[in-house]
C-alpha cells in the first residue's frame, strides 16, 4: 500500500445487491488465492456462491435474510468487503440465539431485525471481514466498526458474526465485542495415502466397525457415483432437489434453498462441488452434496427416497474421507452438529463467533452466559476426545 493510498479517506458503503459489485473486485478481497486460476480457500464467500443465493431468492424478499453487503474503500479502490444481513429470524444460522431473542423480548426488547456477517444457511468456518491482500488491519476495523455503526444508528438490537476465525474472534474480542465458542465435528488428514490407512489409525473396535458399515452400504444392490464439473448434469439436480426437500421438510419445516439455486448451481458452482449419488435400478436413490475449498472439503446437504443400511454413513462421511485423500486435502468439515460422527473419525472442533449488543445490561448477561458455554463447550471437547476412535498408546486401550 502507497503513501498516497493511506491519504486518502476510508468509507464504508451498503449495497443491497451483490449485482452491485463486480465479481473481480469482491474476489479480490473473498478469494485472492484463486487469481492463480486454483480453487478458493472458501468457496462460501465468492461471488459466485453469494450471488447464486441471491439470484435464486434463496435470500432476499420474504426470506428473512435481506441483503445489505458492505465494501470498506480508500477513494475508488474497494479493500474489503463483508457478507452482511439483516434478519427477521434467526434461522438458517447453525450458531443459535433464539434463547437471547426471547430472554430479550421477555424484558420488552425488541430483538429482530438484527445484523448478521455471515453466509447464509452454511455452518463452514471461513473470513468473514474479507480484505484485500495488504490492507487487512485497515479493512477488517473499518468493515467491524460500519457494521456495527450501521446497527446502532438504525436502533437494531445485536450485529452477529457467525463462523468467522479463530483468528477473526480474537481481534474482535479485543475490540470489545462478546467472542463465543461452540464445536462442530471435522474430520483432519494426518497424511493418509488410502482409506485403509486412515483405518490402521484407528482402534481395532472401530475399524472393525467401520468396514461393517461400509459393507453394508455398499451392498445396498445399487452404484455410487460421484460427479463434479461437467460431470455434473441438470437430471442430478432434478435427483438432488427431491432428496434436499425431504430432509429440509423434516429439518426445518420448509427447505432453505429454492430449487433455482440448483440451476444457478450448474451454471457457475459445479467446479466447486462434488456430488455423491446412489444409483440402484436405473434411478438416483439418495445423494450427498459437498463442496470443495483449496484444502478442505465441506460436506452440506444429503437426502434420500429410499432407507438403506449405513447408507448415509458411506455417502456423507466415508465418501467425503475418500475424496479428501484422494485429493490431498487438510480436512473435512461434516456441518453441525452431530456426535454421531464422532466414531467414524471426526473430531470435536471449536468454531467461532462475534456479537455486539446494543443494551449494555444484556451485553452483560450475555457475556456471563458466554463465559460458563466456553467452559462447558471445552470439557464436552475434552470428553468427546478422549473417547474419539482412534488407537491410543496404551495398546490394552485399543480394543
Known amino acids: 500500500m502507497d503513501d498516497s493510498a493511506q491519504e486518502r479517506t476510508l468509507t464504508i458503503s451498503m449495497h443491497p445487491s451483490l449485482a452491485a459489485i463486480p465479481a473481480e473486485v469482491w474476489d479480490a478481497c473473498a478469494c485472492p488465492e484463486a487469481a492463480d486460476s486454483g480453487p478458493p480457500d472458501d468457496p462460501f464467500t465468492t461471488h459466485r456462491f453469494l450471488s447464486a443465493l441471491e439470484r435464486s431468492g434463496s435470500v432476499g424478499t420474504g ?36 434463547n437471547w431473542a426471547h430472554a430479550y423480548e421477555r424484558a420488552g426488547g425488541r430483538y429482530y431485525p438484527k445484523l448478521q456477517i455471515a453466509v447464509p444457511f452454511t455452518p463452514a468456518t ?20 460500519g457494521a456495527v455503526q450501521l446497527a446502532s444508528e438504525n ?32 474430520w483432519l488428514n494426518q497424511g493418509y495415502g488410502s482409506f485403509d490407512d486412515f483405518l490402521a489409525s484407528l482402534s481395532s473396535r472401530k475399524r472393525k466397525n467401520i468396514r461393517k458399515e461400509r459393507a453394508q452400504a455398499q451392498g445396498f444392490g445399487g ?25 429440509g421438510a423434516r429439518k426445518w419445516g420448509t427447505p432453505y ?73 487438510a480436512r473435512v468439515e461434516a456441518g453441525a452438529q452431530g456426535e454421531h460422527k464422532l466414531a467414524r473419525g ?5 468454531t467461532h463467533s462475534l456479537h455486539w449488543i446494543a ?13 460458563a458455554e466456553r467452559r462447558a463447550i471445552a470439557e464436552d471437547i475434552e470428553v468427546l476426545t478422549a473417547y474419539g476412535p482412534f488407537r491410543k498408546a496404551n495398546p490394552e486401550e485399543q480394543e
Open 63 to 98: 426470506s428473512g435474510w435481506d441483503p445489505r453487503y458492505l465494501t470498506a474503500e480508500i477513494g475508488d479502490e474497494v479493500i474489503g468487503v463483508a457478507p452482511l444481513y439483516v434478519k427477521s429470524h434467526s434461522q438458517g444460522e447453525y450458531i443459535f440465539d433464539h
Open 126 to 145: 471461513g473470513r468473514r471481514l474479507l480484505a484485500r491482500p495488504g490492507f487487512e488491519a485497515e479493512a477488517e476495523a473499518a468493515l467491524l466498526q
Open 155 to 186: 436502533g437494531l438490537s445485536s450485529l452477529h458474526i457467525t463462523f468467522c476465525t479463530e483468528e477473526e474472534a480474537r481481534r474482535g474480542a479485543e475490540r470489545g465485542l462478546l467472542s463465543r465458542v461452540t464445536q462442530q465435528f471435522h
Open 223 to 247: 452404484t455410487i457415483h460421484r460427479l463434479s464439473g461437467d460431470d455434473l448434469k441438470p437430471e442430478h439436480w432434478d435427483a438432488f432437489w427431491t432428496f434436499y426437500q425431504d430432509t
Open 257 to 329: 434453498l429454492t430449487r433455482a439455486f440448483f440451476d444457478a448451481a450448474q451454471e457457475t458452482l459445479r467446479d466447486d462441488m462434488v456430488l455423491v449419488l446412489a444409483e440402484r435400478d436405473g434411478r438416483y436413490v439418495a445423494g450427498a452434496l459437498n463442496f470443495a475449498g483449496r484444502d478442505v472439503l465441506y460436506g452440506r446437504y444429503w437426502g434420500c427416497t429410499e432407507h438403506h443400511p449405513c447408507l448415509h454413513f458411506e455417502l456423507c462421511y466415508y465418501q467425503a474421507i475418500d475424496i479428501a485423500i484422494e485429493r490431498g486435502l
Open 346 to 350: 471426526y473430531l470435536p472442533t471449536e
Open 359 to 371: 443494551d449494555s445490561g444484556f451485553s452483560d448477561a450475555v457475556a456471563n452466559y458466554l463465559s
